[in-house]
């Protein structure tokens, strides 16, 4: 007995074969398991069938009744409507169908019949707008009479089919899955095996049936989840750095002094963890997240200083040209003053530099390198890679992390992010790393004022703007991309730029900044801008991580309901930097509840962890993190949300498992293990489990 059953291709399915299975594809339905996992969004209850006359107005209803007589009318907008007279036993009501002609000849009278659909009563008459129908054949209905599964469907599928397929794919299920969650468990939690929960979910007989099979893939998926966040946080608790910190703190504490301010208390905790990880022989994971602005680069700077003055390399990655940039335009000046230097590597590094770079690098000369994706190429070679900081890092993939790290001996790592995680999702993403958390900003700053006007008030919005340049302040006007046409995009953002330099603004300087620009020429205009030699910055999003220019105090944002919340924060965190008070404008006209609602947020906190969980509210957790990017899942099933006990449950229990069997060497570990790889062991995926 195995799960082969369940790994075999979805036209094994007696009801599916070749053409239904090419729809299936289309859904990320693959295997018959695929199509199992496929789970009902709703349950329609169809068990209690009621005539017609018990039925109020505007109610969904089943009901089953005889055609008496069909009658096909055309409308004078060109609808054909299908009306079938039908007798419930007590009254006489109508059957409508909207141009569905091959209703009329299929339902002869005398034909016995179940419809579903919304009940409306009239002058009289009543009639049933018909969802769905079904002939009363006498037998056993998958789709009438029960409590009927309502799947996430595309449109090439109807129910009624899905249904089917689902059903005979159970059908076939019958003793060959093997359970792979362990006894102890199940009894524990008196979830149902694998096989009645799969039956529940899609066939229950009872709505109970449903919950319980709901709590156990709940926790199927979030235990197997956290287990294979176990499997590989044990794996890396189990390496050993090949360095050794000592105590000296010479460059460090030089650093420190020669700031212009104080460190908050935020920063000092989160440095004095990073230092006992750092000393410690097992390699640091540690994510450091702090909303904009909170000032993580000094913290990452005093961390690449601590690997120097141990005799350490240091790196520190970034997601574009312009981030880099800055953190080395940042560093240079500072760590020259206490004698480390600093080097630069992006792709658009000259080739000769590289070389000479390069070569720095290995013969382990130069001690700290800030750069982009370049970092990773396998030219780059280290003397003693101890430290590896990765900025933004919801930016770079997982692997990308790796490569990084692979260029040293197990380094100690830091990535930060200034994506806030509630803490209900921290463990979840990031369950294989410790977390830090700078929760305050430095003193002094003040709330950005944030306002959300309709394009009508745009003057009023470039007044403003004006204003604020004669007070020697800068703006940035950010227009947003739409993927389709960024062509089209980047020639409003152009044009947009120049009629603002030769109208409003005329007086001052106007920059113009682009992702299509080259990386030199983006470089230029964010010098100027940050010299203050143009005073309005008008950009696509590119300016959306990590830019510091404290002098701005004036982003507008233009159709900003375009921008998820967590953009519209990033991008409102690159004003309000400095001392003074500074303006974020949202230029919309929402369409929908969920713009207005994402409108109404920003103009209500500037907490970012605030703005995270009311977009996990609006959105769910895989629109606010991008999916792919974070590295997290999609839970089928699961909702972070909603679940957040099981979660800890799952949690619990994955790590209790791993210190019970950290070499998976029962069979009942087996079989988990063997799950953990399906579900999430594949190219590209975040673990390289076992
Ligand atoms: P982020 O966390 O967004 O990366 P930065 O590290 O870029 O933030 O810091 C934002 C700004 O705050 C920078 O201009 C930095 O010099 C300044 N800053 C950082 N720490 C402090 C502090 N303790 N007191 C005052 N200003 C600070
Ligand atoms: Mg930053």
């Known amino acids: 007995m195995d799960n082969d059953y369940l790994i075999k291709p979805v036209q094994y399915v007696k009801t599916v074969g070749l053409r239904r299975a090419a729809v299936l594809h289309k859904m990320g339905i693959n295997t018959i398991k695929d199509l199992l996992y496929h789970f009902p969004r709703r349950y329609e209850d169809r068990t209690r069938l009621r005539p017609v006359g018990a039925c109020g107005h505007g ?6 009744g005889t055609v008496l007589a069909a009658q096909e009318i055309k409308s004078r907008r060109g609808l054909t409507v299908t009306k079938l007279a039908m007798h419930d036993g007590l009254s006489i009501f109508y059957a409508v169908w909207f141009n569905k002609p091959f209703v009329k000849k299929n339902f002869l009278p005398g034909t016995k019949l179940y419809v579903t659909g919304k009940v409306e009563k009239g002058f009289g008459a009543t009639q049933v707008i018909v969802e769905e129908h079904e002939i009363d054949g006498g037998g056993d209905s998958l789709n009438m009479g029960r409590l009927v599964p309502v799947y996430p469907l595309i449109e090439q599928l109807s129910q009624r089919l899905l249904r089917a397929m689902i059903k005979s794919a159970l ?17 524990k939690f008196s979830l149902p095996r694998l096989e009645a929960a799969l039956s529940g979910v899609h066939y229950p007989n009872e709505l109970q049936d449903t919950e319980k099979a709901r709590k156990r893939f709940i926790f199927e998926e979030l235990f197997l989840y956290q287990l294979a966040l176990a499997v590989r946080r044990r794996d890396i608790s189990g390496r050993k750095k090949a360095h050794r910190y000592q105590t000296g703190c010479s460059l460090t504490l030089a650093y420190i002094e020669n700031l212009p301010y104080r460190l908050t208390n935020g920063q000092i905790k989160v440095w004095e963890e990073i230092c006992r990880d750092l000393e410690s022989p097992i390699p640091m994971h540690r994510l450091l997240q702090g909303d904009v602005g909170a000032g993580k680069t000094v913290v990452s700077t005093l961390a690449l200083l601590r690997a120097v003055e141990n005799g350490l390399q240091g790196v520190l990655m970034a997601p574009t040209e312009i981030l880099a940039g800055q953190h080395y335009l940042g560093m240079k000046e500072v760590l020259a003053a206490i004698g480390v230097e600093a080097g630069l590597l992006t792709g658009s590094t000259r ?9 720095r690098i290995g013969s382990g000369d130069l001690k700290v390198l800030v750069g982009t994706h370049a970092l990773i190429h396998e030219s780059v070679e280290f003397h003693k890679l101890g430290l590896v900081v990765v900025d933004e890092q919801h930016r770079f993939g997982v692997r990308q992390r790796a490569s990084l790290q692979e260029k040293g001996l197990y380094p100690d790592t830091l990535v930060m992010t200034a994506t806030p995680i509630p803490r209900t999702l921290a463990l979840t993403l990031y369950g294989d790393l410790d977390v830090s958390v700078i929760s305050e900003l430095p003193p002094g700053r003040r709330p950005v004022k944030t306002y959300a006007v309709l394009p009508g008030a745009l003057n009023r919005v470039y007044s403003l703007i004006m204003e604020q340049v ?9 227009c947003p991309l739409a993927e389709e046409s960024e062509k089209v995009d980047l020639k409003a953002a ?12 005329s007086e001052c300087g106007v920059g113009l900044l682009h992702g299509r620009m080259k990386a030199g020429e983006k470089e230029n205009i964010m010098a100027s801008f940050r010299r203050g030699d143009t005073e309005i910055l008008v950009s696509t999003t590119v300016i959306e991580v990590g830019v510091d220019v404290p002098n701005a105090t004036v982003m507008v944002i233009l159709d900003a309901e375009r921008f998820g919340l967590a953009q519209l924060h990033q991008l409102r965190g690159r004003v309000g930097r400095g001392n003074h008070q500074a303006y974020c404008i949202l230029v919309a006209s929402p369409k929908t509840e969920e713009g207005r609602a994402r409108l109404k947020a920003m103009t209500r906190t500037t907490d970012g962890f605030a703005l995270a969980e009311e977009d996990l509210r609006l959105r769910g957790p895989g629109e606010f993190y991008g999916t792919r990017q974070s590295g997290m899942p999609e839970f089928k099933i699961a909702d972070l949300l ?20 950290p070499r998976f060497l029962k069979p009942e570990s087996q079989a988990l293990l063997d799950e953990v790889k399906v579900r999430f062991g594949g190219a590209g995926n975040y673990f390289d489990v076992g």
């Open 494 to 505: 152009a044009e947009l730029a120049e009629n603002l330099a030769g109208g409003q603004f």
């Open 59 to 64: 109610e969904v209803a089943t009901l089953r």
């Open 642 to 661: 909603r679940d957040w006990k099981a979660l800890q449950i799952a949690r619990e229990e994955a790590l209790a498992w791993v210190r019970e069997d």
């Open 470 to 478: 004669r007070q020697g302040r800068q703006a940035f006007i950010v």
């Open 171 to 187: 059908d076939g299920l019958d003793g060959h899955t093997k359970e792979f969650l362990p006894n102890n468990l199940l009894v």
């Open 351 to 359: 080739k000769k530099e590289r070389e000479e770079l390069l070569e």
